[in-house]
């Protein structure tokens, strides 16, 4: 089990800049890969970046060139840059931990950051 509390969301004027926080209650070392997904009212739960334990990232098309996941093993902590924000990137974003074992996978969330982006 891990507790995932993310942090940093909040209302934005298009254009502007972000970044998240996400901090687990046991190391990040020990799951395969983190990641950040979003969900927008109405809308399916969609992945937004990962990256994986030995540091290997995976982009949205949507937020390539926009976006920046991190990771600070020592602090366990994941983060997410976002810069040049759009109202589309308006959604609630969730922490996640993946952790596969054998033919078992098993994912863990955090509780959900708001983020929107308006004039």
């Known amino acids: 089990q891990v507790q995932l509390v993310e942090s940093g969301g909040g209302l934005v004027q298009p254009g502007g800049s972000l970044r998240l926080s996400c901090a687990a209650s046991r190391s990040i070392f020990s799951f395969n890969s983190m990641g950040w997904y979003r969900q927008a009212p109405g809308k399916e739960r969609d992945l937004v970046a990962t990256i994986t334990s030995v540091g290997i990232r995976n982009y949205a098309d949507s937020v390539k060139g926009r976006f920046t996941i991190s990771r600070d093993n020592a602090k366990d902590t994941v983060y997410l840059q976002m810069n040049s924000l759009k109202p589309e990137d308006t959604a609630v974003y969730y922490c996640?931990?993946?952790?596969?074992?054998?033919?078992?996978?098993?994912?863990?969330w955090g509780q959900g950051t708001q983020v929107t982006v308006s004039s």
């Open positions: 996640n931990a993946a952790l596969a074992r054998g033919s078992s996978s098993f994912n863990y």
